[in-house]
């Protein structure tokens, strides 16, 4: 059974960085697609970004395009999101997610699934 911990979040400040991880078990992760989704206090959780298996293809929503890059490391069966240039409106609990098909900039979490914990970012001064 594939199950996904996500690990790395915290308090960061305005414009500053961190980067968050998402360990998989139970399964050979390069056989999936991976996608990061956000979730804000009184929000619906979104997509963030997402990586096709062999790191062939990646999306980032608008939002953060250019300030996160997600990379994966088949060989520690991990999937990272290093986010930079933080604002508070990217306060949040991070979760990672498996699909079996690269999914590019349709972020239906019912396409997803082997949802982690989540990991929660905050970012104020």
């Known amino acids: 059974q594939l199950q996904f911990v996500e690990s790395g979040g915290g308090l960061v400040q305005p414009g500053g960085s961190l980067r968050i991880s998402c360990a998989a078990s139970?399964?050979?992760?390069?056989?999936?697609?991976v996608g990061w989704f956000r979730q804000a206090p009184g929000q619906e959780r979104e997509g963030v970004a997402c990586?096709?298996?062999?790191?062939?293809?990646?999306h980032y929503v608008s939002s953060v395009k250019g300030r996160f890059t997600i990379s994966r490391d088949n060989a520690k069966n991990t999937v990272y999101l290093q986010m930079n240039s933080l604002k508070p409106e990217d306060t949040a609990v991070y979760f990672c997610a498996a699909s079996p098909y690269y999914r590019g900039s349709s972020y239906n979490i019912n396409e997803y699934n082997n949802w982690g914990q989540g990991t929660q970012v905050t970012v104020s001064s």
């Open positions: 990586i096709s298996r062999g790191s062939t293809f990646m």
């Open positions: 139970g399964f050979t992760l390069d056989r999936i697609a």
